[in-house]
């Protein structure tokens, strides 16, 4: 089991609430511009996701590249706070390769999103 | 807004779902020896906490020498999972000192408690 928080009525909030489940990806600490891409709202151009490329994992978005990800089903929704908490099961889990994770703290930004 | 998750039917969950406030210690990275002291049930003797030295702060216990804390108050409980997580409300915050963080990935160890 793990917690999510996401933006009230932010798309990303608006896409997981409806389709009850989502993608996790877990980024290396090199993917710092990769990161950066989804600061903007995500747009699909070029089969790509914000210049991004991807596949469909189940049916859901999956960034190439990552080195690890975690499919999520959606349990429960806390709706307090301007975060909404979104409690999921982990219904699958994949690492590519090791890596050391990308933390918001050395990024030199205060928010993630 | 925080979320923290506490194992079901422990002595933390127990006192802090009876009592509906907490402190949240901030650890730093040279204090992975006073963390371990908490991995056996807390014991008050001879005015201390598993022989740590703390004080009370609006009645809470809050442990001496730590980098930081944040004081809080729990909002909501989800009960799912072995490890309940406790929504709460920031009721105040202090930093003592600049200092890198206890991080679980580096301690060696891949359960908190």
Sequence with gaps: MISVCIKRNSASYEI???????I???LGDNQKEL????????IFENEKLNGQEFS???NLPLLKDVPAYIQCKV????ENGDHP???AEVVDAKINNDSNPLEL???GWT???
Excluded: D, Q
């Excluded at 349990?75 to 806390?78: A, D």
């Design 35 to 42: 990161a950066s891409t989804f600061f903007k709202p995500t």
């Design 105 to 107: 703290r050395k990024t």
């Design 16 to 22: 997981v609430k409806k389709r009850g489940e989502f």
């Design 24 to 26: 996790l990806h877990l």
């Design 111 to 113: 928010y993630g999103g």
């Design 56 to 58: 469909l994992e189940n």
């Design 75 to 78: 349990v429960e929704i806390l």
């Design 85 to 87: 908490l979104f409690l």
